[in-house]
């Protein structure tokens, strides 16, 4: 029987645009996959969405839709995207399904009649928009919340609980039994150095929301994401259905389960997860990997910054594979990784359009040029250096095997740019072109261009599991279909014809050129205090509000900005009904160019929030008045 390995992204929250953070975690599982099912495999790669909680249900009502139809067009955006970079996952459960939603139930009841879930009644803080309970050693000093900063308010309410302190030292145990249980080991000992200050149990469920899944027996209580998220990984195979078939081969029978998550998210991988799987009676068979973030330089991308990079606007400049070796490649596990353009670009030209491009460039061309196309594996070795890349092609395997099956691909791919640059200069020692100038010699070359020839089809072989489309291009032009690593040795080609008129794989890019074109993507340019006192920003009061008749988006708004009253065309007539903005004492740009929007002059600017699937929203003083400063 075949091996069998099961990967796991985290399922992500709805939330609709996944940003390069998200695909780096998406590309790594796939990575991960793809290498385990070139190595023989039966290999499971699972992903999916986290759609439940009271961030869905507000964004669904603003929106006026329901949750389920709000979930099902950011599912298929999702899946979309997902596919668009080759990401070969097997399934992609949701929350939201039934066959998520019943093994969930069951999970929560039969932990309850074990005794390690029980009714108890919060009491504490809690912030609002996080959903989250908090100790008092938690909050921040002034009572605010650690996580968003936004006050907390004292609640009391009945909950259920998770009695985590109960397996606090059994897990301890299976952390210290398993030192290659959470990787790397700065995260395991973060994780560790928290269950000994003490774990409190958990509260699993919220009564403040609706849209989630219902406790069966209790059904005001929604079982809160811990359970509910976390499930996924065990709803997926089918555990506690009818059919279980495959929770029985990739789980209780499999050989490898690798969870990946980013950092921020480990504790409930490596603390709540498994203290479930234990109260379950479920054997913990997993290894987690976190990894860093992708980092700005600016530092962490957010929204407010406005350094979010997509990676559908980096597709589409450079390429799907420039993306995944770049974030493959420069991702040391453990740590951050930064994104920028200029070192994307630094990195494309030198890995991609000089190394590999160049490399199978000139091979290709040499044995079109002095063979027709064709090479067969020569008697015997000729040139003294032979053995050396032989050996520098053995080791590289070795280290690539071991480094990719323990998710350093960084580690792995650098060994394998060795191998790429060892071959350059290997042309550079035989000089090809010297020997085909004798007759007396044609062995000789048939035989340099034959390890030029492996070479390139080893790389090939150990490139796909990271950037397939080249990797199959590369297939291509030498002549082969995909192999996979049972072809992973040198001089295993009997004879080759390669493509005739070989493919440039990278055009090199001009790094200037790219860097202006990039400008509006990056961060907008830095500007200083006299650029922003060119802005004359006033608070105005909405004293009228009519929507503009065949438009769906537009309202008419008189403004009151001192004695003065503006009329300003507005896109806010989908956020609020025209009669709620009346009395409010907006902020307003005053002096911006009057314009005609379809026909309606428009005299100055309303400033407003947008994103996250939320409505527009304006910002609104609610102390000052026309006459105070903005600024
Ligand atoms: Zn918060």
Redo the contacts with the bound molecule.
Sequence with gaps: MKKTCYVTTPIYYSSGNVHIGNSYTTIACDVFARFHRSLGYDTLFLTGMDEHGLKIEEAATAAGKTPQQLVDELAETTEQLWKDMKISYNDFIRTSEDRHIRVVQKIFNSLQEKGDIYLGTYEGDY?V??E?FFTKTQLNEDGT?P??G?PTRKVQEECYFLRLSKYQNQLLKHIKTNPDFIQPETRRNEVVSFIERGLEDLAVSRTSFRWGIPVSADSKHIIYVWIDALSNYLSALGYLSDNDSLYQKYWVNGEKIVHVVGKDIIRFHAVYWPIMLMALNVPIRFKLYAHGWVLMKEGKMSKSVGNIIYPREVIARYGLDALRLYLIKEMPLGNDCVFSYDRFIEKYNADLANDLGNLLNRTLTMINKYFSGKLKKPEHNYYAGDPDLENVIDKTIKKYLDSFANFRFQTGLNELWQLINRTNKYIDETTPWVVAKFDSRLAELNSILYHLYESLRLTAIMLWPVIPDTAETMFKEIGLSVQDFRYLHYGQTKSVQVAREPKILFKRLDIEEELKKNQTADLKSLINIDDFNKLDLRVGEVIEAEKMAKSDKLLILKIKIESEVRQIVSGLAESYPSESLIGKKLIVVANLKPVKIRGYLSEGMILTAEGDNLPLEVLEVKKHNSYSKVN
């Design positions: 912030c928009s996080c989250a919340c996580d968003c936004k």
